[in-house]
């Protein structure tokens, strides 16, 4: 730990919303001092113990202790008016030199060290196999010699001259250290020639190694790290295309996580007995590389062919691989989605905050913020359309921009799209909901119900094939809702044509369990003449039908009386992280 290093902390429960941010302002080698970041959570009660993670390190680089408790009333002890001179979000923390320095004094300086326990390797069914490799290929003087060089590239401490490393030893370390294997047959290439597939076999019988060298792995989270804000955010579209038929993604969008869950997973493709399979995460880079620039997509496939290389992948498999990416990226390509612009809503007795954010297919760009001012309807369509014009230019012919509206549970009805600006000369009305498809989605739902996060992505992939559920009878309830759509995993759209006493419950539930297409109509009554129009089409149409029956209550209101209302959560783009407010327990 130093000065100037960013870390995040996370609360005792470890849940992913409850990270907080500081900077270390100063550290001596004992104590470091920190100060959290003015948005988003403080370092508080249940934080203390947790580690303290350097994204520019890649590491835990020190331990929470504490925080310095807010200004206090010294009389009644209640919290003190609040006072610029007050100390905000100050915490302090244990430096990893100092955990280091303290192991050293008792001892347990291996704990740090990295030196892995060989014990627990003699239990692996790849260890007698492994061992009986290394004693046939390897003479004593290169075992001494792999075993350093391994222990090196894996960064664990250096073995003294005096301990007889041996086969035995070797393999123990090779299947305990999860990239000691890789970072062998990186190291031992040259030497292990014809004999490197029966290694790569073997090692395969284990659960312990993972596909990439230490190198490897420090190489691609360079490249990722380097490109543009907001292309890694398609990295989990490339994923689910790359691998259709592999298990759910972890929850949850840390890049370290995904990278690590794909290089457990099994190779693919058609090879025979005596060929290596295209291991999961190299079939994902070519996939991921089509979506990115010129200069990133060759740096991704350099990368690729030398990890192929080591693996002993051949040439036509990767070619393959490569030829279904660049089919995939132009089929997608011809498929683009519409440019599309989030506008987070907030309303304060009558009026609304807004923060709005535009995507071009690039990423998202914060366009405009409120702030703490609000605004009438009226303004706040002005803002939306001023942000939506431009974009409409970009738009594939044929497409208009969606309007994404990001609104908490209480916000499903906010009628945003009878929201109208006219203009300076009033000569054009400017209906939101009219002019453009216009959605809700409600992320608070999602996150506070995690455990269907699964099933929303499930659910969405199956967007074209999935079933509709039509739920009318004035008798349903959230619960025998709930009971419908755990029975009936494939409905990917519900149509809600409930009176409103039980509509908001309902429309909710179906939200939270992962459905990701909601229709229903926020007028007061049932039976709805524009859910008998815009349900029948297709789900993937409904936000240009809808839009076109809003369109017909602006000349039509007698023969259009509907108030339709479509939630639609796209599990393929991404959302800003909003910094939605929950009751919580005070630290």
């Not at 309303?347 to 405009?368: A, F, K, P, S």
Request: net charge negative; with cysteine; glycine share 8%.
């Amino acid at each position: 730990m130093h000065e100037g290093r960013t870390v995040r902390a996370w609360h005792g429960t470890a849940l992913p919303g409850s990270f907080a941010d500081a900077l270390v302002k100063s550290c001596d080698g004992r104590i470091g001092y920190l100060d959290g970041d003015s948005t988003g959570m403080a370092v508080g009660h249940a934080y203390s113990g947790g580690p303290l993670w350097s994204a520019v390190d890649n590491a835990v680089i020190g331990l929470v202790a504490a925080r310095m408790a807010p200004q206090a009333d010294p009389v009644t002890g209640s919290p003190a008016v609040h006072d610029p001179q007050h100390v905000i979000r100050r915490s302090w923390a244990i430096p990893w030199q100092r955990v280091q320095e303290e192991l050293r004094t008792v001892g347990a300086e291996y704990l740090f060290a990295g030196t892995p326990s060989l014990d627990r390797g003699r239990e692996d069914p790849a260890y007698p196999l492994l061992r009986n490799l290394l004693e046939r290929h390897l003479s004593r003087g290169e075992l001494r010699e792999a075993t350093a060089e391994v222990m090196d590239r894996c960064g664990l401490v250096s073995i003294p001259s005096s301990v007889g490393w041996d086969d035995d030893q070797l393999a123990l370390l090779l299947l305990t250290e999860p990239r000691a294997l890789a970072a062998f047959t990186d190291s031992l290439q040259w030497r292990l020639g014809s004999v490197l597939p029966e290694f790569l076999s073997v090692g395969r019988l284990s659960t312990v190694p993972l596909l990439l060298s230490p190198g490897e792995h420090r190489a691609l989270h360079t490249l990722l790290s380097s490109l543009p804000d907001g292309a890694v955010d398609r990295f989990p579209e490339a994923v689910r295309a790359a691998l259709p038929l592999a298990a759910a993604m972890p929850h949850g969008s840390d890049l370290d996580v995904l990278l690590r869950w794909l290089e457990q997973l099994p190779g693919d493709g058609r090879a025979d007995s005596s060929e290596q399979r295209m291991p999961a995460l190299l079939r994902v880079i070519e996939y991921f590389a089509t979506l990115c620039s010129a200069s990133p997509r060759a740096k991704l496939r350099l990368w690729n062919d030398g990890v192929a290389n080591r693996l002993e992948i051949s040439r036509p498999a990767l070619r393959e691989r490569r030829a279904d990416a660049e089919e995939w990226e132009r089929h997608t390509r011809s498929m683009v989605s519409a440019p599309r612009v989030l506008v987070h809503v907030e309303t304060v007795e009558g009026n609304h905050r807004l923060r709005i954010w535009c995507d071009r297919g690039d990423g998202l760009r914060q366009m405009y913020h409120s702030g703490e001012s609000v605004c009438t309807a009226r303004q706040a369509a002005r803002e939306v359309l001023g942000v939506v014009e431009p974009l409409a230019r970009l738009a594939p012919e044929g497409q208009r921009p969606l309007v994404e509206v990001l609104v908490d549970r209480t916000g499903l009805d906010v009628p945003v799209d009878e929201w109208e600006s006219p203009g300076p000369d009033g000569l054009v009305p400017g209906v939101l909901g009219a002019e453009y498809p216009l959605v809700v989605h409600c992320p608070e739902l999602l996150r506070r119900y995690e455990r269907f996060l699964t099933d929303w992505r499930r659910r969405w992939r199956r967007l074209d094939t999935g079933t509709v559920l039509h739920i009318s009878d004035s008798t349903a309830s959230p619960r025998t809702v709930y009971g419908a759509l755990m029975e009936r995993l494939d409905t990917v759209q519900v149509v809600v044509d409930l009176p409103a006493r039980i509509r908001a419950e309902v429309v909710q539930v179906c939200i939270a369990v992962g459905v990701p297409v909601v229709l229903w109509d926020r007028s007061p009554q049932g039976n709805s003449h524009a859910l008998r129009h815009t349900a029948r089409h297709a789900t993937r149409a409904l936000p240009e039908e809808v839009r076109a029956y809003r369109a017909k209550t602006v000349h039509r209101p007698q023969d259009h009386p509907g108030r339709p209302v479509l939630a639609w959560a796209d599990a393929d783009r991404p959302v800003p992280a909003l910094h939605l407010s929950e009751p919580m327990e005070a630290p």
